[in-house]
């Protein structure tokens, strides 16, 4: 029978979760309530299957102590912290099909958290009072599915119950196939590999994602809009993936500009920290992305913009800045633990990077080569330059096959770590990389 896992603040929210706990039964799951409150639960309240001084102290934590200091922000952090590791243990033992929470914003971080921890896939719903706003603290970059609650969470009422109805039968419809689908014997799938992709790079992205294909392998492919990068991090990091083909790299350039679509300071590690193969490229690094025009910051209005749309403005990166793009992607991929290569196309790194195209900058360019040059000397990283665009199709072709090589490579029986053929970082002309 599918299981569905009730994260809530008994303290508070007591009589919703009886309610909850009554429909989801009805609806023929079986229920783990725990309970996430700090302060004692009301004497008719439901009875928690894990108990509130349980979840704290499954984070080393006491509750008494967590209630006597009398600090709602530490007691919040404290109960997320545990409930976390209860639903990954419950994960574990394969009581948990799907997990379903009703908060306001103190139980909506607590669930948040819990859930994002969960793999990818399994269902994962919060009700929200904060769901009609930012999203981004409670979805992160995993698949959390989230609903507004419209009232507050405050008893059930002719509006509550038709939207906590929609939620019991949303989570026990996904726990069922959850269910089914873990228990179901599936033939060995393809390797999985991660690629990174922009509207500026999608030729590129699409010739070596075929390439790949007819390879042996399923490519996830990610947009790179902040979001994705964090995604494909998580993926890399999680063990899903066989390898990583970075060819968009965009996003390192929003984080150190200051541009809307960053994935943070993290991006360009997980594959590395995890050994993972991965071959990179600086596709999109010749831009910062911004909203509509009138949103770009005044200090930026001099520099090279380009409405892409009417709702992003993009901006070109100068030599400065891919000066110090070059340094950071080669500090970063120096520090892996698996095999990585970067293929640096000579003809330009995007599709308005190209000759005649409106972010036409080979001095930029080959500065931000020539910085990764420096920061990749005496490290394991292969560099190679290519004689093409970023989009030619013999890049992307070339691209994909070095993967595939780094991939397919022998371990080292004593490091674990693979070592595929190398090749010397020149510049090749396209013919060259068809050859590959």
Request: hydrophobic share 45%.
């Amino acid at each position: 029978m599918a299981t569905v896992v009730l994260i809530g603040t008994l303290d508070t929210k007591g009589a919703e979760y009886a309610w909850l706990s009554a429909r989801l039964r009805e609806s023929g799951c079986d229920v783990v309530l725990v309970d996430a409150g700090v302060l004692p639960p009301p004497q008719d309240g439901p009875g928690s299957d894990v108990d509130a001084a349980a979840v704290a102290r499954r984070a080393g934590h006491d509750l008494d102590a967590l209630r006597a200091a009398g600090d709602r922000g530490a007691a919040v952090t404290a109960m997320a912290e545990g409930v976390e590791l209860v639903v990954g243990d419950l994960h574990r033992e394969g009581r948990l099909h799907a997990v379903l929470a009703v908060a306001g914003s103190g139980g909506s971080f607590i669930a948040a958290r819990a859930m994002q921890a969960l793999p990818v896939g399994v269902p994962k719903l919060l009700v929200s009072t904060m769901a009609s706003g930012d999203v981004a603290p409670y979805v992160g970059s995993s698949d959390v599915t989230m609903m507004y609650s419209v009232v507050d969470v405050a008893g059930i009422n002719s509006v509550s119950s038709l939207i906590l109805g929609n939620a019991v039968a949303a989570a026990a419809g996904m726990a069922a196939h959850h269910e089914r689908s873990v228990n179901r014997s599936h033939p060995e799938g393809r390797p999985l590999i991660g690629a990174s992709m922009f509207g500026v790079t999608t030729p590129a992205v699409d010739a070596a994602r075929r390439r790949l294909d007819e390879l042996g392998y399923e490519v996830l492919v990610f947009h790179a809009t902040g979001a994705g990068g964090r995604a494909l991090e998580k993926l890399a990091a999680g063990g899903f993936l066989a390898g990583v083909l970075d060819l968009t790299t965009t996003e390192l350039a929003d984080e150190l500009v200051g541009g809307v679509l960053s994935a943070g300071p993290d991006r360009l590690t997980a594959a590395g920290r995890a050994g993972l193969p991965q071959v990179v490229a600086p596709g999109a690094l010749d831009m910062v992305n911004f909203g509509a025009r009138e949103t770009v910051p005044e200090r930026f209005a001099e520099r090279r913009l380009l409405v892409h749309n009417p709702t992003v403005t993009l901006m070109r990166t100068t030599v400065g800045e891919m000066t110090e793009l070059g340094t950071l992607m080669g500090r970063k991929l120096a520090a892996a633990q698996g095999p990585a290569a970067v293929l640096w196309p000579l003809g330009g790194v995007s599709a308005v990077d190209a000759p005649g195209g409106p972010f036409q900058d080979p001095e930029a360019d080959a500065a931000g080569l020539s910085s990764l040059r420096t920061a990749l000397k005496g490290s394991a990283v292969e560099l190679r330059e290519v004689d093409a665009h970023l989009n030619d199709p013999a890049f992307a072709v070339a691209a994909a096959d070095r993967l595939h090589q780094l991939i397919s490579a022998p371990a080292d029986p004593d490091t674990g770590v693979r070592s595929g053929p190398t090749s010397d970082s020149t510049s090749e002309p396209a013919r060259r990389a068809r050859a590959m």
